[in-house]
């Protein structure tokens, strides 16, 4: 269970995230959705505890994983990435074969396209167990199957561990198909919550009406 109360960030007199009240069940997978600047990767980066909440309270288990939107990658070939010296060379390669990333696995992890490469960041997480998983926009870099191969990888991952997913993303398609709910945020504020179809189909404030017509998408 994560359970957020009253929590705010502040950078100096400005506030880039309020929210009054947030509650995510055990094993769900939650998007979160909005423009640039409306707290999407600030929510994350103050559940991962990269950074700490200016006022209110933060309930989250303590095993978690965090991909930040800007991915990294060690010195060394994909393997060497995934099991950092002392992981399971099998279990890596089934992760890469399960994001189509199999014949690159002997390559320099720093010779991937950047889609390569969040693919990659994914596989390394998804080699560990956790209780929550943080994913700050693991698909911007990635085309329609890549997408398609993070989301199929993500669940699978989460009904093996019975993990609760977070994640940001400004993907229409994940939103809608991918996710168990949907929470859009504009200006550090909650606009919308709730099951996807339901919140993109009728959308309680006009500001979530406009950001989803931006999407252009059938329910």
């Known amino acids: ?7 705010k960030k502040c950078y100096g007199e400005r506030t880039v995230l309020d929210i009054e009240s947030l509650h995510i069940g055990a ?5 979160f959705a909005g423009a640039n600047g409306s707290g999407k990767t600030t929510l994350l980066r103050l559940l991962s505890g990269v950074e700490k909440a200016s006022e209110g309270k933060i309930t989250i288990p303590a095993e978690i994983l965090y991909m930040p939107q800007q991915c990294y990658a060690f010195r060394g070939n994909l393997i060497k990435n995934i099991t950092l010296g002392s992981g399971d060379k ?3 390669m089934r992760l890469l074969e399960a994001l189509e990333l199999s014949a690159l696995a002997e390559k320099p992890a720093s010779s991937l396209s950047g889609g390569e490469l969040q693919r990659l960041a994914l596989c390394r997480l998804l080699a560990r167990e956790c209780k929550v998983l943080l994913l ?3 698909t911007s870099a990635c085309d329609a199957r890549g997408e398609q191969l993070v989301m199929q ?4 991952y989460q009904k093996a561990h019975s993990c609760t997913v977070l994640m940001t993303t400004h993907s229409p398609v994940i939103a809608a198909q991918g996710c168990d709910r949907l929470v859009i945020l504009n200006s550090g504020n909650i606009e919308a919550d709730g099951v996807p179809r339901e919140v993109l189909m009728h959308p309680e404030t006009a500001w979530a009406k406009s950001f989803i017509a931006r999407w252009k998408i059938e329910c």
Request: hydrophobic share 55%; aromatic share 0%; charged share 30%.
């Open 27 to 31: 094993g769900e997978i939650a998007a």
């Open 136 to 138: 700050d926009e693991p």
């Open 90 to 92: 099998a279990a890596a």
């Open 1 to 7: 269970m994560i359970e957020l109360q009253k929590v």
């Open 153 to 156: 990888a993500v669940r699978e």
